[in-house]
């Protein structure tokens, strides 16, 4: 079975950094665009960055573009969120999914789902 796991989450000052990491088993790692997604609490899931399996230039949100870096290990078979310079509105469940057809920023294109890991930045 596919199983994705987020972790790294926590509580942050504003101006603070956490990274995320999420671990994949069950599936084929290295040919997936791995996405990072997150949603506050009323609102809907938005998308944050991905990477795609050709280890290219990741793509991100224009809020968080040059603050937040996304990597990937395919040796680990783990991604990476760094998130610098942390906002309050960047408090969400931050979740990673994995695309095993495409490279998107829809949600709708991922194929699996992490649990989720809770970021709270406090101002």
């Known amino acids: 079975q596919v199983k994705l796991t987020e972790s790294g989450g926590g509580l942050v000052q504003a101006g603070g950094s956490l990274r995320l990491s999420c671990a994949a088993s069950g599936l084929s790692f290295s040919l997936c665009t791995m996405g990072w997604f997150r949603q506050a609490p009323g609102k809907e899931r938005e998308f944050v960055g991905h990477i795609s399996w050709t280890g290219g230039t990741p793509n991100y949100k224009a809020s968080v573009k040059g603050r937040f870096t996304i990597s990937r290990d395919n040796a680990k078979n783990t991604v990476y969120l760094q998130m610098n310079s942390l906002k309050p509105e960047d408090t969400a469940v931050y979740y990673c999914?994995?695309?095993?057809?495409?490279?998107?920023?829809?949600?709708?294109?991922?194929?699996?789902w992490g649990q989720g890991t809770q970021v709270t930045v406090a101002s």
């Open positions: 999914a994995a695309d095993l057809m495409s490279v998107s920023s829809l949600d709708s294109a991922y194929d699996y």
